[in-house]
């Protein structure tokens, strides 16, 4: 900084300096007009005058789509962008993306995400089994696992994403369905003797009615086995819940089916039937699958009775 002596010295002979500036500030002024004039608008070597067709062409914006085969730290019912969070499946998650789908035609037409219960919907929940099916190895309702079909933000569908998303995640039991942390991924899960197989149990029944469904080894003493999914078509949910005949009947074909006894009006005087079947929204959306099991109130086998025939499962 300049002391202040200097500044108020030079103030004294303010007007020479400021008409010496001029003067230079002229000059130079003329002399820059001079070197305009002389090179006139001439275009640098190789170069041409028109700046704009040299710029590269925008790309077309890309709508979001979410990946297959990656784990999700979270679990979400809608898929917000903010809440997708994808990690390796090595790593601690909740759920796995095991397929990704694209609804098309009238199912991608309305101008929201399809209601639960809609065509488009129940759609997606078909595409999602089919799949889910195939990379687990098998039905995934015969293990301690739940599927949630994932459909864009009302936003985003709006800005026209049509995908949806096949979440499955590993769930503590059949009455606790809540996802449960885990690292690996569910392909192949239910191929061979995996331990997320359902298998026997031991209900705590009270009043005539399971309150709980406790897994135990089948070598262990049990009254509960797991036989297969029935597929309650042309049943309704609120028939499901009263218990309708038809279920029943449903299942003990499966018995007789995983046993090997013959399947016919005897059954039901061999074992009885529990089934577990889907929640509301699930039934909604296409979700027909009933879990059915082998139920005996008299004895408690140690061992599975799958393919027992009739020495394993006797009239009573």
């Not at 086995?225 to 279920?247: I, K, N, P, Y």
Request: aromatic share 6%; net charge positive.
């Amino acid at each position: 900084m300049l002391p202040l002596r200097g500044g108020t010295a030079a103030r004294t002979d303010g007007a020479e300096g400021t008409d010496a500036m001029r003067r230079y500030g002229t000059a130079l002024l003329v002399g820059l007009l001079a070197l305009l004039a002389s090179t006139g608008c001439r275009t640098p070597a190789g170069l041409d005058a028109d700046l704009v067709d040299d710029w590269p062409a925008l790309a077309a914006p890309q709508r979001f789509v979410p990946a297959a085969g990656v784990c999700q730290r979270g679990t979400q019912h809608i898929g917000y962008l903010g809440g997708y969070q994808p990690v390796d499946c090595a790593l601690p998650h909740h759920g796995e993306t095991l397929h990704v789908g694209t609804l098309t035609g009238a199912h991608a037409s309305p101008a929201a995400p399809p209601a639960s219960g809609s065509a488009a919907r129940r759609a997606a929940h078909a595409e999602c089994d089919r799949e889910v099916h195939r990379a687990l190895g098998g039905d995934w309702r015969a293990g301690r696992l739940d599927l949630v079909v994932v459909l864009p933000s009302p936003e985003a569908w709006t800005g026209g994403a049509r995908w949806f998303r096949c979440d499955v995640s590993e769930i503590r039991g059949l009455d606790e369905p809540g996802a449960v942390p885990r690292t690996g991924s569910l392909r192949g899960a239910l191929k061979g003797d995996g331990d997320l197989r359902l298998r026997c149990f031991d209900p705590r029944v009270a009043d005539g009615a399971v309150e709980a469904m406790v897994p135990v080894a089948c070598t262990a003493r049990h009254h509960a086995e797991f036989v297969g999914v029935w597929q309650a078509e042309g049943v309704s949910h609120a028939q499901l819940g009263r218990g309708d005949e038809r279920v029943h009947r449903g299942c003990l074909r499966l018995i007789a089916r995983y046993t090997g006894v013959p399947d016919d009006d005897a059954v039901r005087f061999r074992a009885g039937s529990i089934f577990y079947h889907p929640r509301e929204r699930q039934w909604r959306d296409g979700n027909r699958g009933v879990q059915c099991f082998l139920w005996l109130d008299d004895r408690a086998p140690t061992r599975s009775l799958k393919g027992a025939g009739t020495r394993g499962l006797p009239l009573r």
